[in-house]
């Protein structure tokens, strides 16, 4: 059964740090990994999309890698806002394609 | 172009009753998921409809049912309202011509409240 774990699980950092969230799974059969922002109370706005034979994504101060044999991303954000303050999530799909979602990273960017 | 939408965004209803959610996808999108999310169990995958047909199922109790109509818009039911449904329901839709890479839109959620 796929398992997704993101670490850590809350993350407070000063504006400007460049700062790297985790994810890990357990089954590297998957078709791709997703990374999503959710503000309080709201949907998810998709970040960045790798397909399972891709090494990573960039979009903007975003980058995402992923290394589907040892079962890990990560998402990197550089010189991080206020404005990037959420909850990150990280979400496989699987070999079923149903998307498994790991707990997500709570994070805090400190004026 | 339009998101996701869904309707209503809060809903309050007492157990025993049923409820029925909404979800229109981003124009051209075929395929429409939906997602329950609480506190204790994170995001969970109910089920997936592409052409009017559940492709995808997650472990939810047959209480929870779901339609697809031929304009892709969507809806979800749940019967028998049970305190522990209370939860945040999220609708993404994708384009789903190839699922291996199908980069899912979320809407902005119903949030069901049960008294």
């Known amino acids: 059964k796929q398992e997704v774990t993101q670490i850590p699980a809350a993350l407070s950092v000063p504006e400007g740090e460049n700062l790297v969230l985790n994810c890990s799974f357990t089954?590297?059969?998957?078709?791709?990994l997703q990374w999503f922002r959710q503000d309080p109370g709201k949907g998810l706005t998709s970040l960045l999309l790798i397909q399972s034979s891709q090494r990573e994504q960039t979009s903007g101060r975003l980058n995402a890698s992923l290394d589907k044999s040892s079962g890990r991303s990560t998402l990197y954000i550089a010189a991080s806002q206020p404005g990037d303050s959420a909850t990150y999530l990280c979400a496989v799909m699987d070999s079923s394609y149903k998307l498994i979602f790991g707990s997500g990273t709570r994070l805090l960017v400190r004026p | 172009k339009a998101g996701v939408t869904q309707t209503p965004r809060y809903l309050i209803k007492t157990r025993g009753q049923q409820v029925t959610l909404s979800c229109s996808p981003i124009s051209g999108h075929r395929s429409v998921s939906w997602y329950q999310q609480t506190p204790g169990q994170g995001l969970q995958f109910l089920f997936e409809?592409?052409?009017?047909?559940?492709?995808n199922k997650g472990n939810f109790p047959g209480r929870f049912s779901g339609r697809q109509f031929s304009n892709s818009r969507s809806e979800m039911n749940v019967s028998t309202l049970e305190l522990g449904d209370s939860a945040l329901y999220l609708c993404?839709?994708?384009?789903?011509?190839?699922?291996?890479?199908?980069?899912?839109?979320f809407g902005p959620g119903t949030r069901l409240t049960v008294l």
């Open positions: 089954d590297s059969a998957i078709y791709n």
């Open positions: 993404a839709s994708s384009l789903a011509g190839d699922r291996s890479y199908n980069e899912q839109f």
């Open positions: 409809y592409f052409s009017e047909t559940q492709r």
